[in-house]
């Protein structure tokens, strides 16, 4: 979001229809199948990006879109309360697997 509205999207928090805005972590860097926890949540990343069908107005805006590489999606496999601030942990599939 933050680097979407530098290049000139002016959107606020929601405009994605997203569930989740997380800070400090590179979910494009991270393989699919990572899990991603906290206190009283687990999800795991089953998605990166999706394509743009067609060129909403947030495209025309600023000229591209950053769904096809910026967006991630992940399945919920204990839901909960995320609240403000909560830290999450990262447990890549190699991890998982390990046990």
């Given amino acids: 979001m933050e680097e979407f509205n530098r290049r000139g999207g002016q959107v606020e928090d929601g405009a994605f229809g997203e569930n989740l805005l997380v800070k400090g972590i590179d979910f494009r860097s991270l393989p699919l199948g990572t899990v991603i926890t906290t206190e009283n949540t687990k999800l795991r990343l089953t998605q990166i990006g999706k394509e ?31 609240t403000p601030g909560e830290i999450m942990k990262v447990i890549l599939p190699e991890e998982t697997e390990k046990g």
Wanted: glycine share 12%.
């Fill in 52 to 82: 743009c069908h067609s060129h909403c107005a947030i495209y025309h805006r600023v000229g591209t879109c950053i769904m096809p590489h910026e967006g991630v999606f992940a399945e919920v496999l204990e839901g909960g309360d995320i």
